[in-house]
């Protein structure tokens, strides 16, 4: 199956600093991934569409100042939480659409679990 | 905003039993999704439907797309250790995938 790659797989940082995590489809070309965050024991949360070529849409709540995305390429996908605070450790997902001849199918990246002291 | 109610929130069985999980919501979807989700892991699809009144088994596993196309349910049949983990539905509507609260399973040898 396809296969989505997401580095780095878990990251501690001190307060204040900003954090990059990348998304990779590995054989296949993704014009649209997503972004989830998720908080211990909840469910997955919608935080963004990022789209190839053009801006990211975020959803409600979420301050597209604060997680920066850049979808450059139709292979990768990065989200930059800037400034980051206590409050911002989380579990982040990423996941790409492939689309095939019948439907449409989402795979989803190994997630970064990031830790802000 | 769109919410998916899954239930039960947690299940602890003995090895060889079946299990059995739903989704509801209040809204209609075009897809429902089953994934399962290890510890510290992103998602793993399990089940696609994409029709109303859809039935689809994956080896031990078995789901099926409600015919008013608002809910689902993820059956798994003789249930072995290897099962263990968070189980989530999901619809999509669109391009927006929509997750409920998620199964945690326990099964115990």
Known sequence: GAVVSQH?????????????????????????????????KQSLMLMAT???????????????DKFLINHASLTLSTLTVTSAHPEDSSFYICS???NLATNEKLFFGSGTQLSVL | GQQLNQSPQSMFIQEGEDVSMNCTSSSIFNTWL???????????????LYKAGELTSNGRLTAQFGI?????????????PSDVGIYFCAGRRGSRLTFG???QL???P
Do not use: H
């Not at chain 1, 190839?52 to 597209?64: D, I, L």
């Not at chain 2, 089953?34 to 696609?48: C, F, N, R, S, T």
């Not at chain 2, 008013?68 to 072995?80: P, Q």
């Open chain 1, 96 to 98: 790409a659409r492939k």
């Open chain 1, 8 to 40: 780095p797989s878990w990251v501690i940082c001190k307060s204040g600093t900003s954090v990059k995590i990348e998304c990779r489809s590995l054989d296949f070309q993704a014009t649209t991934m997503f972004w989830y965050r998720q908080f211990p």
């Open chain 2, 106 to 108: 326990t099964v115990n």
């Open chain 2, 34 to 48: 089953w994934y399962k989700q290890d510890p510290g892991e992103g998602p793993v699809l399990l089940i696609a």
């Open chain 1, 50 to 64: 990022s789209n190839e070529g053009s801006k990211a849409t975020y959803e409600q709540g979420v301050e597209k």
């Open chain 2, 101 to 103: 609260e998620g199964t």
């Open chain 2, 68 to 80: 008013t196309r608002k809910d689902s349910f993820l059956n798994i049949s003789a249930s072995i």
